[in-house]
């Protein structure tokens, strides 16, 4: 069993978890993930690493309760317990000092994944930058956790409430426009934010990181569940992933694939009991 040692609510539909699995914790890098099941017959959640502290031997993981899952995970308090937290898994991000100007662009909860590969980044010497984006105020996430090592903070929200009206890509076409030299961007949330990254940075040939999120079952390249197509190939985004050359992604099958189970997943979330 592992431990939830801290919870923190974010906004209204995501909160943030240090779980205590200390295995996990000294052999994780950015860009990996985990797989979550809360009870025997518990469903299994893949969530992208936050961040992780070897020392305290703490992941942590931030969660979007939109099903029931994730719901049921809402749940556990501080000093519960989750079932499995396997991992790490996939591929970690290939992060080098050889770039001068990186910049993460992350949608909702894509903040958390997006932090420790920027931060990982500053720490090599790399000049980073973010723009973070919510429908509103409160879905902006780690701002302040991103201020300690990024240049510059760029927000963007649907409402205006902070930062630029609009959306994140608005942001970065301005910057580009202005001149920013950028050798790559690195883009994680709602697949359709980073397929319009792709929209923009591909006329300019900017290499564009992204992390795909498709439905998962073992999360070690046996089910097939989690298949998508990167440069005419399939790929498994648990193995071979989850972070993919943006620029030859198939955004439009894998959204097709993430809508295939909501009527069963919808009926789940208004049925089951919790
Ligand atoms: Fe089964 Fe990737 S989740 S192959």
Redesign the pocket.
């Known amino acids: 069993m592992y431990e939830i040692v801290r919870k923190e609510v974010l906004n209204d539909a995501a909160y943030e978890m240090d779980i205590y699995a200390p295995q996990v914790a000294k052999k994780a890098e950015p860009g990996q993930f985990v797989i979550v099941r809360v009870g025997e017959d518990g469903e299994r959640i893949?969530l992208t690493i936050g961040d992780y502290d070897p020392q305290k031997g703490t992941i942590t993981i931030v969660v979007q309760a939109v099903g029931f899952s994730t719901k049921q995970l809402e749940a556990l308090e501080v000093g519960d317990s989750v079932t499995d937290f396997v991992g790490p898994l996939g591929v970690p991000t290939h992060l080098t000092a050889d770039k001068k100007h990186v910049i993460g662009v992350a949608g909702g909860i894509g903040s958390a994944p997006v932090y420790p590969q920027l931060k990982k980044l500053a720490d090599l010497g790399v000049k980073v930058d973010v723009i973070i984006g919510g429908r509103e105020k409160q879905y902006v996430l780690w701002a302040d956790k991103f201020a300690q090592f990024c240049d510059h903070v760029y927000i963007a929200t649907d409402n205006g409430e902070v930062g630029t009206k609009g959306f994140v890509t608005d942001v970065l076409q301005k910057l580009i426009d202005d001149g920013e030299q950028f050798d790559e961007v690195i883009a994680i949330g709602p697949v359709i934010m980073m397929k319009n990254v792709v929209r923009v940075t591909k006329p300019y040939n900017i290499p564009t990181s992204v992390s795909l999120n498709?439905?998962?079952?073992?999360?070690?390249?046996?089910?097939?569940?989690?298949?998508v197509t990167v440069d005419g190939k399939i790929k498994?985004?648990?193995?071979d992933g989850p972070d993919f050359d943006g620029l030859t992604v198939d955004f439009d099958e894998l959204m097709a694939r993430q809508r295939m189970f909501k009527e069963e997943e919808h009926y789940v979330d208004e049925h089951a009991d919790r």
């Open positions: 893949p498709p439905i998962m079952v073992d999360g070690t390249g046996m089910c097939g569940c989690c298949r498994f985004a648990c193995v």
